[in-house]
């Protein structure tokens, strides 16, 4: 109920934004000093974090990136220029990120850095709602004003800011008893690595964190007002939790002592799934207690490749978009 809530909050914000700003272009922003900019993205989009990977050691780059779980990222900017070579945008996006061990590509022999991730055996999946406050740098558009050579239809530029998100990690349940029963289940509720626990000392991670959008992009201006792009966002959060990883195993009679009895049952099967991972190495145990199931000391992050589509609002043909040679080839790229 709370992520429809929050569903329908994020579509009529977002449509409340595009509504005042198309009100404001007809009342108010139809001047030569209009430089609003409004725009649709989508494109796929990755978490990096604790589960999944690929072959050596774990890294915070692509290279750990898993094509299997590759998502969609979908949302609305408005943006603002205060110069033809800089501006600000808003931001909100809707997405999904996963992650799974299982889809780790195992080198030979097995006692190799991914081997120890394999067997963990650990999957998550994560709905996201982000927003985010960033700025847009034109280095071309810079140079070319200076030389008075115009607006380049080609604009490549940089991106960064700051923002919110929030996130809510489930993991796939079968019961080893039944397993006709089978759902999907949130994972914070269940402290699989002992948090808010006096035992463990280890606080309740919040489901809301910030981020650290900065990426690059390119502009291709297909008429006077509306132009495509492609932008490559990275985003390092302030939370290790998104994937529900982070610390260590913990004793699973504490289950029993924080938890109902079913939900001490779930937690004590999702904690440690290396448990119910057939191993095929001979001489292999499952993780014990106290052993590494995270790494504490790197936050997870996630990365976006999306298709863009924005609207230039208000009086287009206003000195700042009308330069002759704003829609000639570009002087240099």
Known sequence: MKNRTLHTFLYVFS??????????????????????????????????????????????????NNLPVTNVIGGI???????????????????????????????QPA???????????????????EGYAGLEFYPTVLLSMRKDLGLPRFRPYLIGGIGLFKFNPQAYYIDPVNNSNQFWVDLKPLRLEGQ???????????????????GV???????????FGIELIH??????????????????????????????????????????????????????IGAKRGNPKRNDSYFSSTFRLTWKIGDVYADWFRNRNSLKCPAYF
Do not use: C
């Open 235 to 288: 985003r390092m959060t302030g939370t290790d939790y998104i994937d529900d990883v982070s610390n260590k195993f913990i004793d699973p009679v504490l289950f029993d002592k924080y938890l109902s009895p079913d939900n001490a049952a779930i937690a004590k099967n999702l904690s440690n799934a290396s448990e119910y991972y057939p191993s095929p190495v001979t001489g292999y145990y499952p993780y014990r």
């Open 15 to 64: 449509f409340s934004i595009l509504m005042h700003s198309v009100a404001n272009a007809q009342i108010g922003l139809s001047t030569s000093n209009s430089r609003f900019e409004i725009g649709l993205n989508i494109g796929p989009m990755n978490f990096l974090g604790d589960l999944g990977g690929n072959r050596g050691k774990g890294t915070i780059g692509p290279k750990d």
């Open 111 to 129: 006692d190799t850095y991914e081997a120890a991730r394999k067997y963990r055996n650990l999957s998550f999946r994560s709905p996201l709602y």
């Open 77 to 107: 900017s408005v943006s603002y220029y205060t110069r033809e070579w800089f501006g600000f945008r808003l931001a909100g996006n809707i997405g999904r990120m996963e992650g799974s061990d299982a889809l780790i590509k195992q080198n």
């Open 217 to 227: 992009g390119i502009k291709y201006d297909l008429t006077e007002r509306i132009t």
């Open 196 to 214: 808010g626990m006096v035992e463990t000392g280890i606080p309740e991670y919040k489901l809301v964190s910030y981020n650290i959008p900065l």
